[in-house]
């Protein structure tokens, strides 16, 4: 049996007591009726509201929001709201249709969430029943749908709209829908129906195939979000987010029509798995707003917005995905809203308080040059890589050298990926090796650092990979790796970020960077001859399960090095030479191990230094910098400096 909080009740909690909400015996509308079910189902047989802090929260009165937003501000502790909050929520709270352009970390998600969770505040009481059954709160229609083109960032989005509807009366049910979990709980989590879903594209679509019941659901949506709105129009989600704006078309209600194919359908069949479920005796569905949001949507973009308000857009067929945006997006406020609070040109899309650097290198040196980094400067940070082979190439060289790292990228299994980038959160030096997939909205507190490794491959890569750090007002610094043949790309990059063709050069003590030199070229070799042996040993294990499937004897001269039976001795001699590589390749690896040991172990001293006379040298600093040991954090008995302090010494 469940139950469920009132409004009513609500009203009569204070801000600053922490009242528990007992069952109403008001409404039960569905009893999960499998045990499984139970488990899933988002029930709370009492819900326990948190303390609300005497904060004054003064800049936020003026949007007239319900207590229970105003509650959740006080706890997070945002006393005001961010220039795009300010801006946007008046048209939001109005019911406007908003295209919102602003900084990395700037606040955007609250600037969207704020108008769907007041909304279903508002709502609550009397929202009508979809003719799909109810919700799990024994109400309403689908508040709000937000599509981000990340799993990571779903799953972020969702636990910032939990907190923002932390104080909510009724729990608000907010269901994020990604790949990488089991379809069937998902399936099984959407039929109760949530009141927010927070989705990636391809696994929403997936799932909206073929159940008429939650496309119906869907079409009761108030408020349609795309945040990283130009990513989700490249390719790679296009293909999805078209057929899930199709489907959810308001127009294709009344007209019955313009619906995506079922899979394998030909023209002129009908669209078996997604014909529009009928919406006969369905109330009609409530008016939509939509919010299209972004760092990087391009004066370009925003002046075609401007210029072409109404339903839908301009006739013409375009291949610019952002021009596809426009038409494909229906807007239904004929009067929809740009917002932009970027500084546009000098790269506005980026936030005030970062820092940027330049580090020029050949390629070969560009592994010691990071450890350099890592160890020198200890803080949160965010490495980024062009290629998942790079990701896998790094990763085990810094874990060799003993460094808090972790890796993410979109081979991971999803579980995989959660956990390292929990780790890279609870981590305070923690080091983060990541392909794009991290670089669009995520929000990680205290990221000081980001590196690219390479030079990224467009502007808006490198504007939200830097955007992981001088998040909320914060600082934080930008490094670019230059290898000797990027320098085309480098430029290239510089002419579309406006910057005059430079970033100012990181001062680095080329000194230091030598001496860890040896270290990294041990971590590398060790790296690269574990790596050859269990390429070899995966492909051996594959060959041998082929065989065993296909019920087949493997002949094995075929594997175990491919050499044998291939040379002019008799293949007992040649196994036994093989035999005896392997041995000797083990021992090196194991004298490689050792030495890097012992080289963890002892101080790193700067070339062109004695460490006899250690005042002697002529690199500034070396006292203190004879004492940095190879150690996990990096530096011992050292005054570190942050790296922030670094910029700023270099800049005096
Ligand atoms: N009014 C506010 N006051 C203080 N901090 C805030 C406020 N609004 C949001 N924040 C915090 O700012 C950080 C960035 O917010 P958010 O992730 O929404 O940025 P964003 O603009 O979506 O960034 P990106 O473009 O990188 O996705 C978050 O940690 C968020 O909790």
Redesign the pocket.
């Known amino acids: 049996m469940r139950g469920f909080i009132h409004l009513d009740d609500f009203n009569e909690a204070k801000a600053g007591h922490a009242p528990t909400f007992q069952l109403s015996s008001k409404s039960s509308p569905e009893t999960p009726a499998t045990e499984e079910e139970k488990k899933d189902a988002p029930v709370q047989q009492t819900r326990t509201l948190p303390t609300v802090p005497d904060v004054d929260i003064g800049a936020w009165l003026d949007f007239d929001l319900k207590a229970p937003i105003l509650d959740a501000l006080r706890i997070l502790g ?1 006393t ?3 220039p795009i ?1 300010a801006k946007a929520l008046p048209l939001g709270l109005a019911r406007r249709d908003i295209i919102g352009a ?1 900084a ?7 600037a969207y969430g704020i108008p769907i969770l007041q909304h279903l505040i508002r709502t609550w009481k009397n929202t009508p029943k979809t003719t799909a059954g109810s919700g799990p709160s024994g109400s309403p229609a689908l508040a709000g749908l937000i599509l981000t083109p990340t799993r990571e960032l779903a799953t972020q989005v969702k636990d ?1 709209m939990v907190a923002l509807a932390q104080c909510t009366p009724q729990p608000t049910h907010i269901l994020p829908i990604v790949g990488g979990m089991s379809i069937q709980k998902q399936e099984r989590v959407l039929s109760r129906h949530p009141h927010i879903i927070v989705a990636t594209p391809g696994r929403l679509w997936e799932l909206m195939e073929g159940n008429d019941s939650f496309l119906l659901y869907l079409r009761t949506l108030s408020f349609l979000v795309i945040d990283e709105a130009d990513r989700m129009f490249e390719t790679g989600h296009f293909r999805e987010l078209t057929s899930i704006l199709k489907a959810i078309s308001r127009r294709s209600v009344s007209d019955g029509g313009d619906f995506p194919k079922a899979k394998g359908a030909k023209d002129g069949e009908a669209n078996l798995e997604v014909t529009p479920p009928s919406t006969q005796g369905a109330p009609k569905p409530p008016r939509r707003q939509t919010f299209v949001f972004s ?1 990087t949507l391009g004066k370009d973009f925003l002046s075609s917005a401007k210029e072409k308000k109404g339903k839908g857009s301009g006739s013409k067929v375009s291949d610019d995905p952002m021009k596809q945006l426009l038409r494909k997006v229906e807007f239904d406020d004929s009067n929809r809203q740009i917002v932009d609070v970027t500084v546009q040109g000098a790269g506005g899309a980026k936030a005030s308080t970062l820092i940027e650097r330049r580090v020029d290198c050949i390629q070969t040196d560009k592994e010691i040059l990071l450890y350099y980094f890592l160890l020198r400067f200890p803080c949160r940070t965010l490495v980024f890589v062009n290629s998942i082979d790079a990701a896998r190439r790094i990763l085990p060289s810094l874990q060799l050298l003993q460094l808090p790292v972790f890796g993410l990228h979109g081979q991971m299994q999803q579980r995989a990926r959660l956990r390292s980038l929990e780790r890279f959160r609870d981590h305070d030096n923690a080091i983060l090796i990541a392909t794009d997939v991290a670089a ?2 995520l ?1 990680i ?1 205290e990221v000081e650092h980001v590196i690219h490794y390479q030079v990224p491959r467009s502007k808006g890569t490198y504007v ?1 990979r830097s ?1 992981r750090t001088a ?2 007002g914060h600082e934080g610094l930008s490094t670019i790796f230059c290898g000797a043949e990027e320098v085309k790309a480098y430029k290239a990059l510089m002419g579309v970020l406006g910057k005059g063709g430079n970033i100012p050069e990181f001062p680095v003590d080329r000194g230091l960077v030598t001496s860890l030199r040896e270290r990294v070229v041990l971590a590398r070799k060790i790296n690269a001859a574990e790596h050859k042996e269990s390429k070899a040993k995966h492909e051996e294990d594959w060959m041998r399960k082929q065989a065993e499937a296909m019920d087949i004897i493997l002949d094995e001269s075929m594997i175990g090095g491919g050499s044998k039976g291939k040379g002019k001795k008799g293949w007992v001699e040649e196994e036994e030479g093989d035999e005896a590589n392997a041995g000797k390749q083990l021992r090196k690896v194991a004298q490689w191990k050792s030495q890097l040991q012992a080289l963890m172990g002892s101080s790193v001293i700067p070339r062109g230094a004695s460490a006899k006379y250690p005042t002697s040298g002529h690199v500034r600093d070396l006292p203190a910098r004879l004492m940095l040991e190879g150690n996990k954090s990096g530096l011992r008995g050292h005054k570190q400096v942050s790296i922030m302090e670094a910029v700023r010494q270099a800049e005096r």
């Open positions: 945002f005001k709201p961010t909050q602003a990395t970390g700037s606040g955007k998600t609250l910032h760092a669009r909205g929000d507190p939200h955007g998040r909320a």
